[in-house]
């Protein structure tokens, strides 16, 4: 005899993209036409009889062309985005305007000497391809099918990471299976709030991540991943003891049989679970294998399938317990040494080096002190650390003595032997500048030491973003830009100018009138379409001006000043240059 231990199980499938978000309203008509506010006493904005005639007004509008809540000024919110009130054409329909978003894709793999297709898009799904279809055969269906190799390797490697999440916040036992996770909720499911909370949790989460992802919690392995690829439901929580019947239902597949056996089921009319709980065992095995008589028996808890979990990698600490309690600065320095000491060996033994460091100092009072701070590449020099240590020394209030220190390496990285430069040749060495940045931010922060890069992006105010002081930056455009933008465009008032190419001869900015002597552009930039479709049409039209003070501005207009559609011709500052 032997005892069969009543588990809970549950296990995530299926890793599909989300389908895009679509535009919830389109702006309003720029030209609304005379104003309808009557003259005289008693009006203020807002006033309930205005409302209503604003309100009669608007339902009479098509539904395109009614405006979002918070263009009416029912909220208090900056100015609108000048990308971000385009509209599509009026001959484009919405599915036109989705395509760029929607394209069909398909994951393909080699099978043989065939090309199959092992994951399909919602997109590709509803035009009718699926999953084990022949590339030919899709691409001949979909002509502007987008076919991508399946790396199986990136796959695997984002179910491990999913996988080390789980044991640190849902349970301490997870694993990663060919598609999905598998997560024993033995006294855990309590934590979460019960099952149904817990699985809801974990579909929100996904969903942030990107996924969608069905979800079975029963008895055992087997039965959850049958319910959760074979039932067709997104959550399916089978009570205790009817795994059984839950998994008659489904497929002879859903038990990880081999192709072998599954053909072998359907010669002699095997076509669900429930057709092989009632047959003898000998003649079943004969048939399909023993094998599949195991799969069988795992499914309903005949034979114990434990689960081998991840284990994330061990904790880089070290702590030293003192006899006394300290409280004066050099004896926590003191100590502090001996522990960076420690903590340098360990990380050579593992071949490491620390990037973000916490000191925790536990007092005799129970309460603690803890100072964190990180390093611009990788280190593990225990003079370095305790420099940087030292920059830090006021934030520790000892109180009535601190009895025990503690000190962590929270993030590490791979540090290994580095080239030598080639100074016996005569060429002179780079100088390390890491430690000299580690101080600085020690001093004035991490917010004020960076370094700035250029992105992959034609919109100016997406075209920059910082990054860290010894992270190499991207090569800067060859076309001029001013030395500082705005951080959002502001607008101009009374510009006098000649459409659609000219720039303009005056302008007012902040109350100040200026007189422009000379003018260079348009420089063209068009709205980055795949993001949004408010900027499918969307162009902004770059001048650079100088006025009679000699003070230079980088001014656009929105629109190409012939079509409408592409902007309403309002004009905004973005920059100034010098």
Do not use: N
């Not at 985005?81 to 599915?95: G, N, W």
């Not at 005799?364 to 280190?379: I, L, R, W």
């Not at 030598?420 to 060429?427: F, H, N, R």
């Not at 002081?469 to 060859?478: D, H, K, M, R, V």
């Amino acid at each position: 005899m032997f005892a069969i231990e009543r588990v809970r199980r549950v296990e995530r499938s299926s890793k599909e993209p989300l389908k895009p978000r679509l535009p919830a309203a389109l702006p309003i008509d720029d030209d609304p036409g005379a104003c309808s506010v009557p003259r005289g006493g008693g009006w203020r904005p807002g006033a309930k009889w205005a409302r209503a005639q604003v309100d009669a007004q608007i339902a009479a509008l098509p539904k395109h062309r009614r405006p979002a809540a918070r263009e009416l000024g029912r909220h208090s919110e900056a100015a609108a985005h000048p990308f971000k009130s385009q509209v599509r054409r009026a001959d484009q329909t919405f599915a036109e305007a989705i395509t760029p978003h929607c394209q069909p894709l398909v994951l393909s793999e080699p099978v043989g000497r065939t090309l199959l297709a092992v994951a399909v898009c919602p997109a590709a799904e509803a035009l009718g391809l699926s999953t084990g279809m022949a590339i030919a055969h899709a691409r001949a269906l979909v002509s502007d099918l987008d076919i991508r190799a399946h790396d199986r390797a990136a796959d695997e490697l984002s179910l491990r990471r999913l996988a080390l999440h789980a044991t640190t916040h849902w349970t301490p036992i997870a694993a990663a299976s060919s598609d999905g996770l598998l997560l024993d909720l033995t006294g855990t499911a309590h934590l979460h709030g019960g099952e149904e909370r817990f699985c809801r949790r974990v579909i929100r989460f996904l969903k942030r991540l990107g996924f969608t992802g069905r979800i079975a919690v029963a008895d055992t392995v087997g039965a959850a991943h049958a319910i959760a690829r074979y039932s067709g439901r997104a959550m399916a929580i089978v009570p205790m003891g009817q795994g059984a019947q839950a998994i008659a239902v489904l497929p002879v597949a859903a038990l990880r049989l081999e192709d072998r056996a599954i053909d072998a089921a359907k010669r002699f009319g095997l076509d669900r679970v429930g057709d092989l709980l009632g047959l003898p065992r000998a003649p079943l095995a004969r048939r399909l294998g023993r094998p599949a008589i195991e799969r069988l028996d795992q499914a309903l808890g005949r034979i114990a399938e434990p689960i081998d979990p991840v284990l994330p990698r061990d904790p880089v600490v070290v702590e030293r317990r003192l006899l006394e309690p300290i409280a004066t600065a050099e004896a926590i320095l003191q100590v502090a040494g001996d522990l960076c000491d420690d903590l340098s060996a360990m990380l050579r033994t593992r071949g490491l080096g620390a990037r973000a460091i916490r000191l925790s100092c536990l007092r005799v009072d129970g309460g603690a002190q803890h100072v964190a701070f990180g390093t611009a590449k990788a280190t593990r020099d225990p003079r370095h650390l305790l420099r940087l240590i030292s920059l830090r020394i006021d934030r520790i209030e000892p109180g009535f003595g601190i009895e025990a220190m503690r000190m962590e390496a929270l993030r590490t990285e791979t540090l290994s032997a580095a080239e030598m430069p080639a100074i016996l040749a005569g060429e002179p060495a780079t100088p390390d500048i890491a430690s000299a940045i580690d101080q600085l931010v020690g001093r004035v922060g991490s917010a004020a030491l960076f370094r700035v890069s250029a992105v992959e992006s034609d919109v100016p105010e997406r075209a920059v973003r910082q990054i860290g002081p010894l992270e190499p930056p991207l090569g800067w455009p060859i076309y001029s830009r001013p030395a500082r933008l705005l951080r959002r465009p502001e607008p101009l008032h009374r510009v006098i100018a000649l459409l659609p190419d000219a720039p303009p001869r005056r302008f007012e900015w902040r109350g100040a009138i200026h007189r422009v002597v000379a003018g260079d552009g348009p420089e063209r930039i068009h709205g980055e379409w795949w993001r949004r479709d408010g900027e499918v049409w969307a162009v902004r039209d770059y001048f650079r001006l100088e006025d009679e003070t000699g003070a230079r501005f980088w001014v656009f207009r929105r629109g190409d000043g012939v079509d409408s559609e592409t902007g309403d011709l309002s004009w905004y500052l973005h920059g100034l240059f010098g």
